[in-house]
């Protein structure tokens, strides 16, 4: 949508003027996943870790790795969430279909099947 291109271009811009600003990095790996540009928000979180590896922003960039399919990517940051206290049902749902998977050797369900935050 329009608004979604302006908030990409607001914060890419943002970025540009002031890299340190982790809220920036937040703000368009969000307007990315809503208009499901997914490996654009993944590079940009990863991006965002370096700035603020806080549990909140392992959380996000689990969800979406979990959202791109890499559901043993996915599992680690939102486990690395929920250690640091980033706590969410859709973090646990996430992570206790991983470790079910791992246990049964079968494949994690599709992201379609699972919540998006």
Sequence with gaps: S??????IH?????????PSRSENYHGLSVA????EQYQKAEDVLRAML??????IVHRELGLIL????????SAVHLALSLQG???SS??????????????TGLD????SLCPNS
């Design 10 to 18: 607001f914060y890419t811009n943002s970025i540009r003027i002031d």
């Design 90 to 103: 859709t973090a646990l749902l996430m992570v206790g279909l991983q470790r079910l998977a791992e246990s």
């Design 50 to 55: 370096i700035l603020d590896s806080s549990p």
């Design 108 to 111: 994690p369900p599709p992201p």
């Design 66 to 73: 979990r959202m791109t399919g890499n559901s043993t990517g």
């Design 85 to 87: 206290g980033a706590i």
């Design 2 to 7: 329009e608004d979604l291109q302006t908030a």
């Design 32 to 35: 990315y996943r809503r208009s």
